[in-house]
């Protein structure tokens, strides 16, 4: 019985996990790395044979876990890929849409680097393509929170309520070979308790083994409560000018959570009612998943359905899909809230609707999440004078806000309070999915206040599970 650890390992992308349990090789997550410094091995060789291995347990949707699926498919793999329902779901949109972009991207690169005279290290093509998203989605087989499966012989997977986004899975393992048997915990990304919409992050009593992610491992999140009045502000002050609200944002989760408190806002009449576009065929998509999937809804959207409301609809709002209907908002008379990704800003609508608006004094760009280094949106982020978009030269008179309090992970206290609830030590906990610093610095607070037997795993490293 042993663990070997292939991706957010002393980082945060491309998850990936290998269990040998009684000669047979089951994956847990295959992500696609995102972080710059890691992004080559999306294109190297997996470092086992996909050929071996036998069944895939897929802990969420995001991308950095499921975004290497087509690629293990495309390399041989021929078992089932188990998840629950709605990440099944929402797996399946963001892989095609990975494998578009990638198609897309491929295509301008050559021209591009011809025109350069430059070339890639790695062959023009796409790392997968949207016919191995179609093989890929064949093989997912959904399963229910909550439900025993028997992945393979000596293996059996249930998979619980993270509370991260929607379908997002802790597993609880349990592992036999011959007369020895061992239970183990992945925490896959884990949610804040409070988080609109979704349930809060299942708690266990007892494991042999736990395997915990760490993002924010060395962070203590604001209070969220603040999310409402910050958002009721910058509508009605936009409102008054006369302007556009424009929110660079996630197709997932971030979006619907967005919708959810402007609903709130509008039934509660502490935002005027106007229209607001959600201009993403990928978040419309999700947002359809949302409306499929009721039953994973927490208590207070429970109630919320029971009035006959949901939490992703309202007056006034309006979900976009093709590309007349989005260039159509630019001349919508009024102030209206528009949402489009990318999150970052980085492609996607979002670029055109931040031209239409950044000269406009009375429009504002508000922002929900992250934005990285390097990324439109972390430039717009620090209001210059001026910006470049798409070749040209923009004055920025718009105004500039960003919302805290936006998270999917839970923070250090959090995650802690999460292990907390374990009754007894395990023979071993193994601190995953955070950059290096967060990881140890969480994996060490762990130690100081448990006393238990920690490690930080680095890429590739194995550990036998005695
Ligand atoms: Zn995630």
């Known amino acids: 019985m042993k663990i070997s650890f292939f991706g957010a390992a002393q980082n945060v992308t491309g998850s990936n996990y290998l269990l040998d349990v009684n000669g047979s090789r089951v994956l847990v997550d295959c992500g696609y790395y995102q972080e710059r410094d890691f992004r080559y091995r999306n294109h190297e060789p997996f470092p086992y044979d996909p050929i071996d291995i036998d069944a895939v347990l897929l802990t969420h949707a995001h991308l950095d876990h499921s975004g290497l699926l087509p690629k293990l498919v495309k390399h041989g793999f021929k078992g089932k890929i188990f998840c629950t329902e709605a990440s099944a779901d929402i797996a399946k949109i963001i892989m095609y849409d990975s494998a578009h972009i990638q198609e897309e991207d491929i295509k301008h690169k050559k021209k591009r680097h011809a025109k350069q005279g430059r070339k890639s290290p790695y062959p023009y093509e796409a790392i997968f393509t949207t016919e191995d998203v179609d093989a890929t989605a064949e093989m997912i087989v959904p399963v229910k929170y909550e439900q025993e499966v028997q992945v393979v012989d000596g293996l059996k997977c249930t998979f619980n309520d993270a509370g991260h986004i929607l379908g997002a899975a802790m597993l609880y393992l349990t592992m036999q070979e011959g007369d020895k048997t061992r239970t183990m915990i992945f925490s896959g990304d884990m949610g804040r308790p409070d988080a609109p919409i979704l349930c809060n992050p299942t708690t266990f009593e007892k494991a042999d083994y736990v395997v915990v992610e760490s993002t924010y491992g060395n962070r203590v999140h604001k209070p969220n409560k603040d999310i409402p009045n910050t958002l009721a502000r ?45 201009d993403s065929p990928m978040a419309v998509r999700v947002t359809e998943v949302f409306h499929r999937h009721p039953e994973l809804f927490d208590e207070e959207t429970a109630a919320m359905l029971a009035r006959g409301e949901h939490p992703c609809d309202f007056p006034g709002l309006m979900l976009t899909r093709s590309v007349d209907e989005s260039k159509a908002i630019a001349v919508n008379k009024g102030s209206a809230i528009i949402i489009a990704g990318s999150g970052m800003c980085t492609g996607g609508r979002i670029k055109h609707h931040i031209k239409h608006n950044i000269e406009k004094p009375e429009s504002t760009i508000m922002f929900v999440g992250y934005q990285a280094v390097g990324t439109l949106g972390r430039t717009l982020l620090a209001a210059p004078e001026k910006i470049r978009i798409h070749g040209e030269e923009y004055t920025v008179s718009a105004r500039i806000e960003k919302i805290n309090g936006f998270s999917a992970h839970a923070d250090r206290n959090e995650l802690f309070g999460w292990i907390s609830a374990l009754k007894e030590a395990p023979r071993h906990l193994f601190v995953t999915h955070g950059e290096s610093e967060a990881a140890k610095e969480f994996g060490e607070y762990i130690n100081l206040k448990t006393g238990w037997d920690v490690s930080i795993p680095e890429y590739c490293d194995e550990q036998e599970l005695i």
């Open 234 to 278: 910058i509508i009605n002050q936009a409102h008054r000018s006369g302007g556009n609200i424009v929110v660079p944002s996630f197709a997932v989760e971030r979006s619907q959570e967005l919708l959810f408190h402007m609903h709130n806002l509008l039934i509660e009449k502490r935002i005027p009612q106007m229209p607001v576009f959600l």
